[in-house]
């Protein structure tokens, strides 16, 4: 797509070698690249490095890669007045970009992304509407810009005061005010052919300064230069001595000026192309109009020429679009057969070199044999075929001695004297390992070669020229079959061997042991070329670089893309004299400075043979040139004159999408530190791009977005990133690239996303819903809890009850006067009724002592003991009293279980109160149990003094203590709130006549 | 020979106690019965008995409700109960003799050589001491009869300071600055007293918790009464000293 056009130049004022001849070369952006016009009117940089280049049809934006238009139709914020872009000027001050055009002053701010007419930011300055632009300059300080009109004069625009002033408003100046610079501080004006000053507001013609149609004036080597139409350049040296001279630069019509980076000054003409002048000599160094190089410039009509901020040199010509100058391919020189060869066509796959003493370079190619090169001449001097078509592919070559030189082709191994120029084959039938050859080494100090085919390795005696069979055992007895890349001997003798499958094998040759290293081969089984610097092994490998030291048998080093490696295929490794590797891998050469692990990348843009090299194919020699060999020819270099393109800036986001549609700001997204989404806005594309015009295909971006990237993603030159499903959080986007030597930016571009929570994922929400769920569970457990604590007290509540009731039920007064009726019993003699009733107590207390321990007891037996209670009672109240007891059989019969003596206490209050403290002995006690559907009923009458009479006969203390348990009893067993049990006071003609007691006890 | 009436309303509780009378105390002449207190009074009155044994608890008119009722009370009493725990210490508090039923004979036998030493005139002021703490609204015992060798003494228990330990009596400290023997133990009164407000401090102490000034530190350390007196808390009751002060 690059147009190139090579210029060789021949007045160079550095002496340098015909090997590695200084040549400019061009690449060319034109409407085939997306250029919207290819009249290239006018150029300015940016202060992000984008470069704007006007037209005659539209604005266009270049970064390198990608062109952006913009007309005054498509604009995306504000309007550009017209689409013939005349003169451009970057504000760097305000971050304005100065767009004047056939139609109006227009301003872009960068910042805002946003064309605006002259007057949003100059009101006072209508009378710019709608004129012809000739030119905008800058002039004396920062803040003052100086625009050039063709009907209006001269405005000074002050962006600071947002003020103009207008000049040369002269009928005869005003249309004729040609051009403007600030030269000594003061700003130099042609109009009407005269050269002005203005001094304080005024304006000064000097003297005898006629000048002829100035296109452009611009400031060299402190002398004013004028470009004119008619009279070429014009160079004024002093404004105190106005004297004009005409400057020959091989054309009259002249329309620009720039500068290089040698302080070299470039003069665009409209006729003869360029021409470059040496600073001091003022004579031209370099024209296009010689003849010799005429042809190769076919862009005559220069209309501009620009400086970037890399030092690239830029011409914008008619017709031929924008063309950019860099020096970069002068530091490798390359050796192809370009001649067509019995009518086939050139062939430079090169399988092996080797570099002879002298100026021969040895070449084994693929099908064509093996070539002869002279470096000193630059010609291929022989082209010679060993013999049949498949000896033709030569994979290796070596030298015995300066006259021996061997060969390993897929015909087998060959001899090639150099002086008779004759080849000697050598091949053993019975042996496999002898034809296809792949390698050939030879061994220090013995007479001996090592020869490997596809199928292993033998060696092969010089003396008597036969091959030996190679010892195929590791140290564990297992068959080995080695087919060898690459060998080298150590200090030590031993040879080490850069194997297929087995990785870097040591052979010791005297004992004939071969150990496979481990580790070396847990990082690849594929070893392509090894490396003996100073006791440590660097092996190329397919998955990368590795150093082995030989002593301490340690990995020192690894490198691979997972650590930054351009490519994982290491095909061959030289070291020059800095110290630094230099590898041939499928990505170009790598240099490798192994102190500091910086990796420098060349590629085939530098002036390679190819990206791509071949296995084991690279030499070195005395004078510290290195040579590699690839896919299309040989490179060889000096690697001390290598310059390394330390130009790396920092890469932009140039474009943020959501969800394919670009983010609408306020600003340049390229500007924003900080994006702020919601939470639905969580699928983004990032585009990004860096402004580098020196091979931005080579130039490579590093991202990552933190906490979600878990390492940086290495993604070559693919520009762009998309993210999706990125839940709400704070993000940190992180870019970085590299330029086509692999140096990264100093820089790391970091824009923050934040994507906002929907409210129902905000922290606040999230805390009330956690609290909730909190208080939730609190009041569940305390619920839980005090129900648990509920029934524990319940039970607990029984448990002291039912103790409470015992004791109550065994109340110590009626034991104790029990005992005390039986004593009176012993105290009289009366055995009978002593024995007699002491069983009864005894039984009844043990009835007690049983019932204790039980909750529940059967009805009989509680009615047993109720019976043993009422006989004592009897017993101590002299039968005071009658008893009678009525139990009907359904529940005399049942097996209900009640609790312990609950009807006890009503008994004993109708006998204590009731019928104790009745006169006389008619007392009488009735007790009737019956049932209902659900509860057992027991029913206590007596016909005793009654409750009221027994409430004031009541000495001080509460005797109805045993009554209140009851009571608490029965609630519980009922599981009711109030106790099932109705007193009822009887009554008869003469008053009280009893307590009627109704208990209801559950049945369980 | 002492004349004597048995009060109970059970029967069987006046046999009993009139067989063993009968059987091992002939000191004793039984010259009535009665069954309930208004009995009682009439029996008293008519018999002027040295001795009475009063059941507490009958129906009608209890024992300490009869006492009350009578004009005089020029006797000695020995109350008999089956059981009553606070009763029994009213009767302690008010230092009558009190019997357990059935009736323990070596019990009574000393309770009877006991009052035969003892004068009849203090009868009436222990009543009254017995039916004030009876009657406490609270039912705290706050009055006490001190017996000492020069007679009854009766004192309000919030008025001791504190108790000393002398062999087998006992020295008792008050907030007047007045002190008695008592012919008591220092364990006598310890379960007399209670741990309502008194504390065994010591082998030799019972202090009286709402005189206590301060507490020094020592070993038991150290407790300093209202009165200026210094008392030793022993080792073993440091701990639970100075939980129940709340330290």
């Known amino acids: 797509m690059h147009y190139r056009i090579i210029i060789l130049f021949t007045l160079l004022l550095i002496p340098v070698s015909a090997l590695f001849s200084q040549q400019l070369s061009f690449t060319s952006y034109t409407s085939a690249n997306g250029l919207s016009q290819n009249s290239g009117y006018c150029m300015a940089q940016d202060g992000q490095g984008y470069l704007w280049m006007g037209t005659q049809d539209g604005l266009n934006k270049f970064n390198g890669k990608n062109i952006i238009t913009f007309y005054k139709e498509n604009t995306r914020r504000g309007n550009l007045t017209d689409n013939f872009i005349r003169t451009l000027l970057y504000d760097s001050l305000n971050n304005w970009l100065w767009i004047g055009t056939s139609s109006g002053l227009c301003i872009y701010n960068c910042r805002a992304d946003s064309f605006y007419n002259a007057t949003h930011y100059f009101p006072a300055a209508d009378t710019l509407n709608g004129l012809m632009i ?62 002005f000053f203005i001094k304080d507001s005024a304006e000064m013609i000097l003297a005898d300064s006629r000048l002829d149609d100035v296109r452009k004036l611009f400031v060299w080597q402190q002398k004013l230069w004028a470009a004119s139409t008619k009279s070429g350049v014009m160079v004024i040296d002093s404004s105190a001595r106005p004297a004009i001279r005409l400057f020959n630069a091989g054309s009259s019509d002249v329309g620009t000026f720039a500068v290089d980076k040698n302080n070299h000054l470039w003069i665009g003409t409209r006729n003869a192309g360029i021409a470059i002048i040496e600073p001091g000599q003022f004579n031209v160094m370099h024209s296009f109009t010689d003849a010799a190089n005429q042809n190769e410039w076919p862009q005559k009509f220069t209309l501009s020429l620009f400086k970037d901020r890399q030092n690239n040199m830029w011409t914008g010509s008619s017709g031929g679009g924008f063309a950019v100058n860099n020096g970069k391919k002068n530091d490798f020189a390359l050796i192809q057969k370009k001649e067509l060869q019995y009518g086939k066509a050139a062939h430079n796959m090169i399988l092996s070199i080797y570099k002879a003493p002298g100026n021969l370079l040895y070449e084994g190619t693929q099908l064509e044999g093996m070539r002869i090169y002279d470096l000193a001449t630059d010609r291929t001097i022989s082209v010679i075929n060993p013999g049949g078509a498949s000896a033709n592919s030569v994979y290796s070559i070596t030298a015995s001695s300066p006259a021996s030189i061997w060969v390993a082709s897929v015909a087998g191994l060959y001899n090639f004297n150099s002086t008779l120029k004759k080849f000697t084959h050598y091949v053993d039938s019975s042996m496999l390992t002898s034809i296809t050859g792949q390698y050939v080494y030879k061994l220090k100090g013995r007479d001996s070669l090592l020869y490997s085919s596809y199928h292993g390795a033998v060696f092969f005696d010089l003396k008597n020229k036969k091959f030996r069979v190679f010892k195929y055992q590791d140290d564990r007895g297992k068959q080995v079959n080695l087919v060898v890349h690459n060998a080298l001997e150590d200090a030590k003798g031993n040879i080490w061997l850069g194997c297929v499958g087995y990785g870097l094998v040591r052979y010791n040759i005297t004992t004939h042991a071969i150990e496979i290293i481990d580790a070396v081969k847990a990082f690849s089984k594929t070893v392509n070329a090894l490396f003996d610097d100073n006791g440590v092994l660097w092996a190329g490998t397919t998955d990368g670089l590795i150093a082995y030291d030989i002593a301490s048998g340690k990995i020192l080093h690894t490198f691979s893309a997972a650590n930054g490696l351009p490519g994982n295929v290491i095909y061959s490794i030289e070291k020059d004299a800095q110290g630094n590797f230099w590898c041939g891998t499928n990505v170009g050469l790598l240099k490798i400075d192994p102190r500091t692990n910086k990796i420098i990348q060349v590629k085939a843009s530098a002036g390679l043979q190819a990206d791509e090299f071949n296995t084991a194919c690279s030499d070195a020699d005395d004078s510290g040139n290195l040579y590699f060999g690839g896919i299309n020819g040989v490179t060889f270099f000096n690697p001390s004159a290598f310059s390394v393109d330390k130009f790396s800036p920092e890469p932009l986001i140039e474009s943020f999408k959501i969800a394919n549609k670009e983010i609408d700001l306020d600003e340049a997204v390229s500007y924003r530190g900080t994006i702020e989404l919601n939470h639905s806005q969580n699928f983004i594309t990032l585009q990004y791009g860096v402004n580098n015009f020196l091979n931005h295909d080579e130039c490579q971006y590093k991202y990552r977005l933190k906490n979600v990237d878990a390492d940086w993603v290495f993604s070559g030159n693919r520009s762009f990133v998309n993210y999706s499903g990125l839940t709400p959080g704070e993000y940190k986007f992180q870019l970085q690239s590299s330029n086509s030597n692999g140096i990264w930016s100093n820089g790391i571009k970091e824009l923050t996303i934040i994507i906002y929570p929907a409210w129902w994922q905000t922290w606040w929400f999230r805390l009330i819903v956690l609290f909730s769920a909190i208080a939730l569970l609190i009041v569940a457990v305390a619920n839980t809890i005090s129900g648990i604590r509920y029934k524990a007290a319940i039970k607990q509540k029984m448990v002291e009850t039912e103790m409470a009731a015992l004791k109550a039920q065994m109340n110590p007064h009626f034991m104790f006067n029990c005992i005390n009726s039986i004593d009176a019993f012993i105290q009289t003699n009366d055995k009978y009724n002593a024995t007699l009733y002491l069983n009864k107590f005894a039984k009844l207390i043990r009835n007690v002592l049983d019932s204790s321990k039980q909750n529940l007891v059967n009805f009989s037996k509680d009615i047993d003991t109720l019976k043993l209670y009422l006989e004592l009672e009897l017993l101590r109240n002299e039968n005071k009293f009658s008893v009678q007891l009525d139990i009907a059989d359904e529940v005399a019969n049942s097996d209900y279980k009640v609790p312990p003596l609950i009807i006890q206490p009503f008994v004993e209050n109708a006998i204590v109160h009731g019928l104790r403290n009745k006169e006389g002995n008619a007392g009488k006690l009735e007790i009737v149990i019956s049932k209902t559907a659900t509860h057992i009923v027991y029913t206590i009458t007596d016909n005793g003094i009654g409750r009221l009479a027994a409430q004031q006969l009541k000495t001080g203390k509460d005797s109805s203590y045993g009554i209140t348990m009851s009571y608490e009893r029965i609630k519980l067993l009922n599981e009711e709130e109030t106790a099932a049990v109705i007193f009822t006071d009887l009554y008869n003609d003469d008053g009280a006549a009893g307590t009627h007691v109704i208990v209801n006890l559950k049945i369980k | 020979m002492q004349t004597a009436i048995i009060i109970d309303d059970e029967a069987k509780g006046r046999l009993a106690l009139k067989e063993k009378l009968k059987s091992y105390c002939p000191e004793i002449a039984l010259v009535a019965e009665a069954s309930n207190g208004k009995e009682g009074i009439e029996a008293i009155a008519l018999h002027h008995p040295q001795v009475v044994f009063l059941d507490i608890e009958m129906p009608g008119m209890n024992g300490f409700e009869m006492l009350n009722n009578l004009p005089d009370k020029n006797f000695h009493i020995i109350f008999t109960t089956a059981y009553d725990q606070y009763a029994i210490r009213a009767i302690k508090y008010a230092a009558f003799d009190y019997l357990l039923k059935p009736v323990d004979i070596e019990e009574l036998r000393l ?66 600055n007045t002190k008695i023997v008592a012919s008591k133990t220092l364990k006598d009164f310890e379960e007399l007293l209670g741990d309502d407000i008194f504390f065994r401090s010591h082998h030799s102490y019972i202090i009286n918790l709402n005189y206590i000034k301060r507490y020094i530190r020592g070993d038991g350390g150290q407790v300093e009464l209202h009165n200026g007196t210094c008392l030793e808390i022993s080792r073993r009751k440091k701990e639970e000293f100075l939980k129940i002060i709340g330290y």
């Open chain 2, 111 to 176: 309770a009877i050589q006991k009052i035969s030493l003892l004068p009849v005139h203090q009868t009436k002021n222990q009543v009254d001491l017995l039916t004030q703490n009876i009657n406490h609204p609270r039912k705290l015992l706050n009055k006490l009869a001190i017996p000492t060798l020069d007679g009854l003494f009766f004192y309000d228990i919030n008025d001791i300071i504190y108790l000393e330990a002398n062999s087998n009596y006992t020295t008792l400290f008050f907030n007047n």
């Open chain 1, 134 to 195: 000739r030119s905008i300059v800058a002039g004396r300080t920062p803040e003052e810009i100086l625009v050039l009109t063709y009907s209006e004069g001269l405005f000074i625009c002050n962006t600071k005061q947002r003020l103009h002033r207008q000049f040369f408003q002269q009928p005869h100046t005003k249309n004729n005010t040609e051009a403007a610079v600030v030269w000594n501080n003061e700003i130099a004006v042609v109009a009407n052919r005269q050269l």
